[in-house]
């Protein structure tokens, strides 16, 4: 592929990777898989004959083949025209480049955070150095200066929280760790909390909701309705006969010209469906594949038939004719089996098989068909016809599409992947609105959106890729919230999509497979690439990748995501509680004209290890059940809010709780490292006692034994933080360290009592209800 140049010809096979784009100028029943550019899970059928406009969308440019696409059947010849960067994929390659990466709501919150932290220390550090300053008539001697350092720097260190930068992380790569449990395996660290973000899922049809597996779901022969059920390439299902309001289940053999049905279907076909042991490999083309399955559902195998009928000639597929037909002896002599487009095979047969009996086909009995065939369309599915006829030894092969035997129809689809129904479901009551981005057909994909619940609404909206071409961008932001269904569309629109849903604040998460889906899938805030049949351009510009190409594991991601996001703000009320405690504590010493109360080394301490060990467990605290009940958070929204009112109470108590006994202490004993360590002490059991009711913004904690448990890891961590407490206390070396005091008894007593009201404090009491926008 390196070395050919626009220009070269090249031979187009069964099987090959096209390796440059291509005008065609041969084809004999060419049919080209195009579903890694166009999204389309159908081949496409070639023709070099067709003239079009330069303007012609790319799935409908039927006389060019391009670049990474794949031959499903058929062989011709094309001219180079365009390779390397020059291509289609190329091009998508380009708009890659273009992007920039992006912050996430998540960075942006949390430098917003940063920002206003940083000025309010400034300016409360300034007000603290000029009040003590003052206060001793000015800089005159080096104790002043010494006093008003160690103050200034105590508030600073109290004023951040330096935990939350670990915590934060250490949660988000816990966060990917369940993720990649359930199939979601995030590429960036920071996507784990945008998913929670989520307010729009733009999703693929093929693959995604659908289990790209051509499904026969319903057969018709004379008279006689019948609904095939079971799922993808696994041949287990049931034949359902309907007869008006009732059903009932049949074999194969129950009804007459059923099973020659199935054997048509099986044996004028070139795909191959083969078992090793549960598992079944499968090659070739879908709707052909789609048959082998329906047969074998009827306990039919194609090698065990063609031995019993061997194949000895064929007129193959074309364009033209629309129908395939092969050639096969058995017992009887030769026969003839047929597939096709209806109109096509409806065309070649006078006769009709009816309850078992062969009679005339006559125009009554065409429209009849023709009606089921139009209602089965409807329903989005594929619709083919089966016909046979018997041959005489010395037949002509051009005769031999002629005076055939009417058997049925067949409607198949690609179906919704089972559990996608209730992802659907799920997201819409999580407020999440979702919409199907596909390149396939508008009567396909508005049905499969129908089916699953995207296009539910009676004011939804479709609109194609051809209708999206003619649209501003003014008329599509005006339209787009109304919009369940894009068809046909091509990567250029997947992209002024996402831009759209940008533009009306939507946090948009895009999925994609094809090299085609790249470019969007890098510019929506969450782009999310297929694991299993996704191209290697997608995945590296996605965000997440799915291990298992479900529609379902994006919901499930978005949950985590906001569990994820919940337990931050768990965390975050927990430590913010701790700081402005430890700012109220030493600003009102202070300005009291006390001793500092918490130097900075055990200000360090309670931030770093004390702090940080119930903040990294609330960071795993299990998902609330409503987590999904809720609508998706304003992007706009700071990380603290609603907060405020719990934090400031907090801190207000817990500063109290800590200068009193430091006070009285300090003013009985007269030995500040004691009166230091308990108030050290005081600050470190309110914010472990204080953790547990972070746990549970909506409901006091402690009165549910459940709730309480169900997240041990804070107890192991309060527990260890607790007895690295008593180290800091006790141990000889780390009192010179942390410059602390042993305590007696009494001192416990008055530690346990001032710290008790951390038991008692829940966001509830304090907060308004977080409201989600």
């Known amino acids: ?334 026969i003839a089996y047929s597939k096709g487009a209806p109109e096509a095979i409806l065309k070649v047969c006078d006769r009709i098989l009816v309850n078992g009996e062969i009679v005339e086909l006559n125009n009554e009995l065409k429209e009849e068909i023709l009606l089921r065939v139009e209602d089965m369309a409807k329903r989005a599915m594929r619709v083919l016809a089966l016909a046979y006829r018997k041959l005489d030894d010395g037949y002509n092969k051009n005769e031999v599409e002629k005076g055939m035997v009417f058997l049925g129809i067949v409607g198949m689809i690609d179906p919704p992947r089972a559990e ?117 351009v997608t995945k590296e510009a996605a965000d997440m990748v799915l291990a298992d190409d479900n529609f379902a594991t994006i919901v499930a991601a978005i949950e985590e995501g906001r569990t994820i996001y919940e337990n931050i703000r768990k965390f975050i009320r927990l430590l913010l509680s701790a700081n402005w405690d430890e700012i109220g504590v030493v600003f009102i010493a202070a300005m009291a004209k006390l001793p500092v109360p918490l130097l900075p080394v055990q200000i360090l301490w309670i931030n770093l290890v004390t702090d940080g060990l119930p903040a990294l467990a609330l960071g795993m605290d299990p998902p609330d059940p409503d987590v999904m009940k809720k609508s998706p958070r304003n992007p706009k929204e700071e990380i603290y809010h609603g907060m405020f009112e719990f934090i400031l109470v907090a801190a207000v108590i817990a500063a109290i709780a800590s200068l009193l006994p430091f006070y009285y202490l300090y003013k009985t004993t007269g030995d500040i490292s004691l009166a230091r360590t308990v108030a050290f002490t005081v600050a470190v059991f309110f914010e472990m006692f204080l953790s547990f009711n972070c746990r549970s913004p909506e409901r006091y904690i402690f009165t549910s034994k459940k709730r309480l448990m169900a997240n041990k890891t804070l107890f192991l961590a309060v527990t260890l933080s607790l007895l690295l407490q008593l180290l800091v206390i006790y141990v000889p070396f780390l009192q010179i360290i942390f410059e602390t005091s042993s305590l007696s008894l009494r001192e416990w007593i008055i530690v346990l009592g001032a710290s008790s009201g951390g038991l008692l404090l829940y966001p509830k009491l304090f907060e308004k209800k977080f409201k989600m926008r």
């Open 420 to 536: 996608v129904k209730k992802a659907v479901k799920l997201a819409k009551q999580a407020g999440l609105k979702v919409i199907m981005v596909t390149g396939d057909h508008k009567l396909t994909a508005e049905a499969i959106a129908k089916e699953v619940g995207i296009a539910e609404e009676e004011d939804s909206i479709v609109i194609t890729g051809e209708e999206l071409e003619n649209m501003s961008d003014e008329e599509l932001d005006e339209v787009i919230d109304k919009v369940t269904v894009f068809a046909r569309v091509s990567p250029k629109h997947k992209l002024r999509i996402v831009d759209s849903l940008k533009r009306r604040n939507h946090i948009v998460a895009m999925t994609g497979d094809g090299v085609n889906d790249a470019p969007s899938v890098k510019r929506a805030d969450i782009g999310i690439a297929m694991g299993i049949r996704g191209s290697d």
């Open 1 to 334: 592929a390196r070395e050919l140049v626009p220009g070269d010809i090249v031979v187009l096979r069964v099987g090959d990777k096209v390796p440059a784009d291509c005008r065609l100028i041969e084809s004999y029943n060419l049919r080209v898989d195009e579903a890694i550019l166009t999204g389309e899970s159908v081949p496409v059928e070639k023709d070099p004959s067709v003239i079009l406009d330069e303007e012609t969308p790319l799935p409908e440019r039927r006389n060019m083949v391009y670049s990474s696409t794949i031959i499903s059947y058929g062989h011709g010849l094309g001219i180079i025209v365009a390779t390397g960067m020059k291509t289609e994929v190329g091009k998508i390659a380009e708009m890659l480049k273009e992007e920039e990466e992006r912050a996430t709501p998540l960075q942006e919150r949390l430098d917003r955070f940063g920002k206003k932290l940083g000025l309010f220390i400034l300016i409360l550090c300034a007000i603290v150095a000029i009040s003590e300053i003052i206060e001793y008539g000015g800089l005159h001697s080096l104790r002043v200066l010494e006093d008003a350092i160690l103050t200034s720097i105590s508030l600073a260190v109290s004023a951040v929280p330096e935990g939350l930068p670990a915590v934060v992380t250490v949660t988000l790569a816990l966060g990917m760790r369940r993720m990649a449990k359930r199939n979601a395996i995030v590429r960036r660290l920071a996507a784990v909390e945008t998913l929670g973000s989520a307010t729009v899922i733009c999703s693929d049809k093929t693959g995604t909701i659908t289990r790209n597996e051509m499904t026969v779901r319903e057969v018709w022969l004379y008279n006689r309705n019948l609904i095939v059920t079971g799922e993808g390439y696994k041949p287990k299902g049931k034949f359902i006969l309907k007869q008006g309001n009732s059903s009932c289940e049949i074999s194969a053999e129950d009804l007459p010209g059923f099973k020659l049905l199935l054997k048509t279907g099986v044996l004028c076909n070139d795909a191959s469906l083969v078992s090793t042991g549960e598992e079944f490999h499968t090659s070739g083309d879908p709707t052909e594949l789609a048959l082998l399955v329906l047969g074998a559902k009827g306990g039919l195998m194609k090698e065990p038939l063609e031995e019993k009928e061997p194949r000895l000639d064929e007129v193959p597929f074309d364009s033209t004719r629309k129908m395939m037909t092969t050639i096969h002896r058995n017992s009887e002599g030769l």
